[in-house]
């Protein structure tokens, strides 16, 4: 009984939320740019492939900071819930003297926006955890240019608070 309660409280709490981005990414012309997607325990907000970052790099864009700013603002409303930022990348392979390979690329992008979130925005470091993927987790398969453009993404999961917060009951 307790279980399926918790489970009822955060399915209501994650509709509301997953609405409240979708409202606001409409309202700042980025619906096209970020998919925002529920499951049982979290949202998840998808940034597309060269939204945040130019291929190869895990430096932000100038043109991310609006976006991550709005993004922040909407966050900081959610006190009460974990976040987790993941990084993910195509299948194509990169060997650069910073990236050595597609792990170290995706984790740098995920810890970009967390020291971002963190550092000009004053977010609480004890509700972010990253997670780098590399080309492991896929949303579509490798084998067009668009496809591939899918697969390169950054994703923030924002965790009910009935799941992520024990002080939640």
């Not at 932000?60 to 409303?77: K, M, S, T, W, Y």
């Not at 955890?129 to 590399?134: A, C, K, P, V």
């Not at 987790?137 to 965790?159: G, Y």
Request: no cysteine.
């Amino acid at each position: 009984e307790q279980d399926r309660q918790k489970r009822e409280a955060a399915t209501k709490e994650l509709s509301k939320m997953a609405s409240d981005f979708k409202t606001y990414f409409a309202k700042s012309e980025l619906a096209d740019k970020v998919v925002v997607t529920q499951d049982d325990q979290s949202i998840t907000l998808n940034f597309k492939d060269g939204m945040l970052f130019d291929s190869g790099s895990a430096v932000l864009r100038a043109d991310a900071f609006g976006a991550l700013d709005g993004v922040a603002n909407e966050l900081i409303r959610y006190a009460d819930n974990d976040l987790k930022i993941e990084g993910h990348t195509d299948n194509r392979p990169i060997q650069t003297t910073q990236y050595p390979n597609n792990m170290y690329l995706s984790s740098a992008r995920a810890i970009s926006v967390f020291i971002y979130f963190v550092d000009e925005k004053s977010m609480d470091p004890m509700r972010i955890s990253t997670e780098g993927f590399g080309e492991y987790r896929p949303i579509a398969p490798n084998d067009t240019p668009e496809n591939r453009s899918k697969n390169r993404r950054v994703e923030i999961k924002i965790m009910s608070k009935f799941y992520s917060n024990p002080s939640v009951q």
